[in-house]
């Protein structure tokens, strides 16, 4: 009889036990499928058993519970030290002495929430799990019967054992909850914010066959941070004229208690939403006073205006631009018209490797098409010569064309990806964008050498241009001097090259008046707010310790409040003038210029918030486009499904 037994008296190496161990020892393996490979001695059992010596020499495995010794088995298997725990009875004590972890709420960085965990107190608390799987659902667009798949909940068992199933009725209404919740939060925000700019656009769901409207806000926070919310999503039932527009947008504001705080509206250039922000003009000036009398309130949508300037110098060369567009088409089809391409550019020895397939309803990625076709415009001709096939190969004339287009196009691409930011100030970068488009159009126009269609497509530009900056744009141009990089300076440089010497004179002066009619409404509302006597009332409630001690500090206190609210000589706007332009040299958008007038509010109290109001305006409604960016991901096949009320609530989460 083999000396080592088990505490049972089973002997460790009866077949009998051995044929069970090894049953154990397979499904064991089986059900390790998804865990890393085990080295020597990695089991938890190992924790409970040390090696200890016998006085015959052989080593066994001591239980640190009951002090049970076991066979140490050459295959390490750890079979028999698992059973011996199940019945260890100072094992089992201590287990059920042990407490659960508290985990502490996790900071995953600014951009996340604050994370609660659903453990607190040894107790699990499914409602927060809920909470979670909601704003899962919500930041990814998942569907609500997800919570619902087999496979959903087999993951959630096996990491939370006390894990329910939910519905996907429930967990709507926790999305709903969800909801709630954010815009309450975003309501309290809102209350502290003076002054907010929206944009608004619309969109025409493909699968469900109706248009939504959605409303962007945007303003500076506290912490002077440029911040943008999607505050409504809502379904826009027809006919879509500008009066259901304006009553569809003033709903919205008025839901979100923010219909006096509007400063400007941001809209693409569509005759409806003229009529729109005109009918929502007369509705604000009789609740309140409109800033300049609402000549800026209006803004339209700047990338708009390039995109319309674009595409009619575009239609000038459609043919070469189908051409190519077929080009690239019929290359991509296959491997094989792939490999010869490839096989004829490695030929050429060209660096380049990629073509582009234009998007024809976004001119600039028609540009990217351009730019990068250019490069293969030798490898064309000799894809021509082996693919018979192929039968809308440019000639030598066209790449001249496409050539001299892309050095236009050049321009209004750069202007397009620096205004078309929405986490950065824009309202004081474009008036420089527009003075650059000014000067090349007017260059290409006058010059005798360029070709005919070359002039032909300009002057649609021109026309275009003329249309909507011909005037001068205030916004723009009271955006640029805010930015401490340009003050006066950028009109003064700007305007004689924009506009003929008598209007440049005339349009400076205009800006100027304008400027300072801003001011003094701002000047206005400082004094008439209460803003020095609110900060006198809690100066004196935080010392009134120093003042009952110290009289003749609070006699000097009263003194200089007397003094110092008679206002200067010379106001905020003219020091800000007067002084020298913020040298800096880096590019257009490195440089905060919010971030400046953080630095120098107590310099300019009044001014900075005039500042931080104007920085705040998006000059294009990229900001709001961008919401149904995704395609048909925002109302795909299974939210087309959804009440247009849920998809609203959704997407605003989002």
């Known amino acids: 009889m083999d000396p080592v037994t088990s505490p049972e008296g089973s002997s460790a190496t009866n077949p009998q036990q051995h044929n069970t161990s090894t049953a154990e020892e397979h499904e064991e393996e089986g059900s390790s499928h998804f865990q890393r490979k085990k080295r020597a001695k990695t089991s938890a059992v190992w924790d409970d058993f040390k090696e200890v010596t016998m006085p015959d020499k052989t080593i066994k495995l001591e239980c640190v519970r009951c002090k049970s010794k076991l066979a140490l088995l050459a295959s390490k298997s750890t079979s028999h030290l698992k059973r011996h725990l199940k019945s260890c009875l100072p094992k089992i004590l201590h287990d059920k002495q042990q407490q659960k972890i508290t985990l502490q ?51 959630q068992r096996r990491g939370m054992l006390e894990w329910e199933s939910v519905s996907r009725i429930s967990i709507k209404k926790d999305c709903v909850a969800v909801y709630d919740i ?68 003033y709903k919205c504001l008025k839901d979100w208690d923010i219909e006096k705080k509007v400063f400007t509206i941001s809209v693409d250039n ?82 380049h490797r990629k073509l582009i ?61 620096i205004i078309s930011g929405s986490e950065y100030p824009t309202s004081n970068l474009f008036l420089n964008e527009v003075y650059r488009i000014k000067v090349l159009l007017d260059k290409k126009f006058q010059d005798p050498n360029e070709e005919e269609f070359i002039h032909d497509m300009v002057w649609c530009m021109k026309q275009k241009f ?111 003038l007067e002084e020298g332009c913020y040298i800096c040299d880096s590019g257009p958008t490195p440089f905060d210029a919010l971030q400046w007038w953080r630095s120098n509010s107590l310099k300019y109290r009044i001014l900075s918030h005039m500042a931080r109001d104007i920085l705040a305006i998006p000059i294009t409604t990229v900001a709001s486009e961008a919401t149904f960016s995704a395609g048909s991901r925002v109302i795909d096949t299974y939210r087309a499904s959804l009440a247009s009320e849920t998809n609203e609530d959704t997407q605003n989460k989002g």
């Open 270 to 351: 569509a005759s409806n939403n003229d009529a729109a922000v005109r009918i929502l003009s007369e509705t604000f000036s009789r609740i309140k006073k409109l800033p300049c009398g609402g000549k800026m309130f209006h803004v339209r949508c700047c990338a708009h205006i390039l995109n319309l300037m674009v595409q009619d110098g575009l239609s000038r060369i459609a043919y070469i631009i189908e051409d190519i567009h077929d080009t690239v088409t019929f290359i991509n089809q296959n491997e094989a018209r792939l490999k010869l391409f490839s096989e004829i550019v490695q030929q050429l020895q060209l660096p």
């Open 105 to 155: 709420p996790i900071d995953l960085g600014s951009n996340s929430q604050h994370v609660t965990p659903a453990l607190t107190d040894g107790k699990f608390d499914m409602m927060k799990m809920r909470e979670s799987v909601a704003h899962w659902i919500l930041m990814h667009e998942h569907p609500f019967t997800i919570v619902e798949e087999e496979g959903f909940n087999m993951m």
């Open 182 to 249: 954010e815009k309450k939060k975003l309501k309290d925000l809102l209350r502290s914010i003076s002054k907010i700019s929206v944009t608004t656009d619309m969109w025409k769901s493909t699968n469900q066959k109706i248009e939504y409207m959605v409303l962007t806000g945007h303003f500076v926070d506290s912490n002077w941070h440029l911040q943008k919310r999607v505050l409504s999503f809502v379904h826009l039932p027809p006919p879509h004229r500008g009066v259901e527009i304006a009553d569809t947008l």
């Open 357 to 417: 397939l234009e998007c024809k309803t976004r001119w600039n990625s028609t540009y990217q098409m351009l730019s990068a076709a250019i490069k293969f415009k030798d490898v064309f001709p000799m894809l021509k010569e082996r693919e018979p096939r192929y039968l809308s190969c440019p000639n030598g004339e066209d790449w001249l064309k496409v050539e001299k287009v892309c050095e236009i196009l050049e321009v209004f691409n750069s202007a397009t990806n």
């Open 466 to 576: 003329d249309k909507y900056w011909g005037e001068c744009n205030l916004m723009m141009s009271i955006g640029a001097i805010l930015d401490p990089r340009c003050k006066m300076r950028v009109i003064d440089f700007c305007f004689p090259r924009m506009y003929h010497e008598n209007e440049a004179r005339k349009n400076i002066d205009k800006v100027k008046k304008a400027l300072y009619d801003l001011y003094e409404e701002y000047v206005n509302e400082y004094y008439s707010s209460g803003e020095e006597g609110n900060g006198e009332n809690i100066q004196q409630q935080n010392n009134v310790n120093i003042q009952t001690s110290c009289s003749g500090w609070s006699e000097f206190d009263q003194f200089v409040r007397t003094v110092e609210n008679i206002q200067p000589l010379k106001s905020e706007l003219d020091n800000y």
